[in-house]
């Protein structure tokens, strides 16, 4: 555990939706999300945000601030449908929320 990925973690709680099952699972080296037995996003060890995409969307969502692509360990990528924010692109509530927002959609896809 981590500062970066606990205050990350504290910010996703309080954005989730609460009128739908939520849990917290350890995978992917942090703490991810579940809503409706789905990961949604997972907040990772250096404040970082992982977020499940619909993959058609991946090349949008790129463009947005803080957006990379997402890579297991140091040289492996996860693909399209899988999304890194760095913790510059999460500054306010209203970013992390459109990132919740996207991993929701983004288990469908």
Do not use: C, K
Request: no cysteine; hydrophobic share 45%.
């Amino acid at each position: 555990m981590t500062a970066e990925r606990d205050a990350l973690a504290e910010r996703v709680r309080a954005l989730l939706p609460h009128d739908r099952a939520t849990r917290e699972v350890a995978m992917f080296g942090g703490l991810s999300f579940m809503v409706d037995d789905a990961m949604a996003v997972a907040a990772g060890r250096d404040g970082g945000l992982l977020v499940r995409t619909d993959p058609a969307r991946h090349e949008e969502l790129l463009g947005v601030r803080g957006a990379e692509p997402a890579v297991m360990g140091t040289d492996r990528p996860m693909g399209p449908g899988w999304i890194t924010i760095r913790p510059d692109g999460l500054a306010t509530d209203e970013q992390i929320a459109f990132w919740i927002g996207v991993g929701l959609e983004g288990r469908r896809g």
